[in-house]
């Protein structure tokens, strides 16, 4: 079976969006804070622990995040060094284009 021809456009707004709304999020949940995380108590099992369920939610969300952060980085070594220290100046160190453009003249 033959792969559809690639839309260069969608892809390159895609990716964009990715980066600027999604990877903030994944950045975020993959550094939850494990003292949210508490432990399971006695009283909670008789409550169907509504915490539980919290519990796992926040341990999925973390080691999802930490999952497709880890494919990015690996994508990103397919992309020519020049470029890819944009990507990371940009979205893994949050820098500024301004500041981007003092570091790479």
Same mark, same amino acid.
């Given at each position: 079976m033959l $792969?559809? %021809? $690639?839309? @260069?456009k969608a892809t390159i707004k895609q990716v964009k969006r990715f980066f600027e709304k999604d990877f903030? &999020? $994944?950045q975020n949940m993959a550094h939850v804070s494990y003292m *949210?995380? &508490?432990s399971p108590v006695l009283? *909670? $099992?008789s409550? &169907?622990?509504v915490a539980s369920n919290g519990n796992n939610s926040k341990m999925d969300n @973390?080691? /999802?995040a930490l999952q497709i952060l880890a494919e990015? &980085? %690996?994508a990103l070594m397919g992309i020519r060094e020049n470029k890819r220290k944009f990507i990371e100046y940009? /979205?893994?160190k949050c820098l500024t284009w301004y500041e981007i453009e003092e570091l790479t003249g």
């Open positions: $792969l559809p %021809e $690639l839309d @260069h903030r &999020k $994944l *949210d995380i &508490k009283n *909670d $099992l409550n &169907k622990s @973390h080691m /999802y990015v &980085k %690996e940009r /979205y893994f």
